[in-house]
């Protein structure tokens, strides 16, 4: 078994889809722009040969280079679990006519507005939306659908140039923001709760699903500063309270013509209980979503979704023993971290439940909040009650204060 893997190495997790796929007897042909010299010590065993390239996002130029590379070589998958590959993947196996999802099924996960127009078109409940390219169209459509709306770019990711806009002026504020954005979508906005679906899917059924729920929802997140972020993936997948959501995401995938692999689904829950579509990926959730699906179950998903991708088999058991939370914390202040308050208390009081304490040490510079959601470190923990996940993990957000200067 033979597969191309593209960006093995970077974002990190990669590195531990790379290992997978070692682990369940594939030969491993990555492809990155990490110089070879510079690959971690840890994934080269992993590697059975490496192609540098000089631009990783150049797809013409990819496309060609792994095409030359190969020549010659039989390869049996070619895949990619980072969102922005996810099209070169699909390019790449149409061009050696290799099996998985094709590149119109691809398109469908990564163009919000084609996403929500075939999952409408299956008859279910997505917002309604319009692709726009000018300030003219972006008005226009704005007087159709109605305030309050989103505006977002198309190819979206991190809630990056996302807007909520309730009123003429807001709308030509965002516009003005908006001016470096191709394309936009403008879509109905849906007040509630956030939620995930994420699946490893065999031949479009989930052999795995998960759900989590954002707390806030992330657009709040990435605009307050102050705040926490938590999410906490839902160990009793059974309760009431999010079966709308698990049918409607099944209904998705099928909607999406989606094969085998990872997806990463959002979806609103209002407060009547209707699930409402947000966007997917066919690819897994960022920002360690993977580590807390794989303590949900002590499982390895890494290894699991490269056994489904070579194998067609999924083996882990899904039984799911708890509700694990994640929280990231923010720094007040800028520059470098120079103390963290409240942490020995919190591990006094809840050590025994927490899985990973990785918060940023004194003298470390602050992350960018903005740009990544890991912020300045994180807190997971979990507990096989979703109340006492819920409340450990307000407790961390709310008692734990790091310091930068
Ligand atoms: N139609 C909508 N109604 C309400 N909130 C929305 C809507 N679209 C996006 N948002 C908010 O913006 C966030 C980012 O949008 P999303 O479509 O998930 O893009 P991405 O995560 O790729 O940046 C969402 O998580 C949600 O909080
Ligand atoms: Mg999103």
Redesign the pocket.
């Known amino acids: 078994m033979k597969v191309v893997f593209l960006a093995p190495s970077y974002p990190p997790e990669m590195q531990q889809y790379t290992r997978g796929l070692a682990e369940v007897g594939a030969d491993v042909y990555g492809v990155g722009d990490t110089p070879r010299s510079a690959l971690p010590a840890s994934l080269r065993p992993h590697l059975a040969d490496y192609l540098e390239v000089p631009r990783i996002l150049d797809e013409d130029d990819v496309v060609s280079r792994v095409a030359s590379w190969l020549r010659g070589r039989e390869v049996d998958r070619v895949l990619a679990n980072w969102e922005v590959m996810v099209l070169t993947a699909a390019r790449l196996r149409e061009r050696f006519g290799l099996p998985g999802m094709s590149l119109d099924a691809v398109r469908g996960f990564r163009d ?1 507005q084609l996403m929500k127009e075939r999952v409408r078109a299956a008859g279910l409940r997505a ?1 309604r ?1 319009e692709r726009v390219r000018t300030v003219a169209e972006a008005r226009a459509a704005a007087g159709r659908i109605g305030f309050p ?2 505006l ?2 198309i190819a ?5 140039d ?1 807007h ?1 806009v309730t009123d003429d002026a807001e709308l030509e504020r965002a516009l003005g923001g908006l001016r470096h954005v191709d394309e936009v979508s403008c ?5 509630g709760e ?1 939620l995930t679906f994420d699946t490893v899917c065999i031949g479009g059924k989930p052999a795995f699903f998960n759900v989590a729920q ?1 707390l806030p ?4 997140a ?1 605009t307050e500063e102050w705040i926490s972020p938590a999410i906490i993936t839902v160990r009793d997948l059974t309760q009431p309270r999010v079966a709308a959501g698990i049918a409607l995401g099944k209904g998705v995938l099928g909607a999406l013509g989606m094969v085998d692999g990872f997806t990463h689904m ?1 979806w ?1 829950r209002k407060s009547d209980g209707e699930a409402v579509f ?2 997917i990926g066919c690819r897994p959730g960022g920002a360690h979503l993977v580590d807390q699906m794989n303590y949900t179950c002590d499982i390895d998903l890494f290894r699991e979704w490269a056994r489904v991708m070579c194998w067609g088999r999924f083996e882990a058991p899904t039984v799911r023993k708890y509700n694990v939370a994640i929280v990231f914390k923010r720094a007040k202040g800028q520059g470098r971290i120079t103390r963290i308050e409240g942490l020995r208390d919190f591990m006094a009081a809840h050590g025994e439940h927490v899985v990973e304490e990785h918060l940023l040490r004194p003298g470390t510079p602050r992350r960018n909040w903005k740009h990544t959601l890991l912020s300045d470190g994180h807190i997971m923990l979990r507990h096989p009650d979703w109340d006492q996940a819920a409340r450990m993990a307000a407790d961390a957000a709310t008692t734990i204060t790091m310091y930068a200067e």
Request: glycine share 10%.
């Open positions: 919000k917002p939306s709306l989103i977002k770019p979206g990711a991190g809630s990056a996302t909520k879509e109905e906005f849906i007040s956030e954002y929802p992330p657009l709040i990435r959002e609103f947000g966007e």
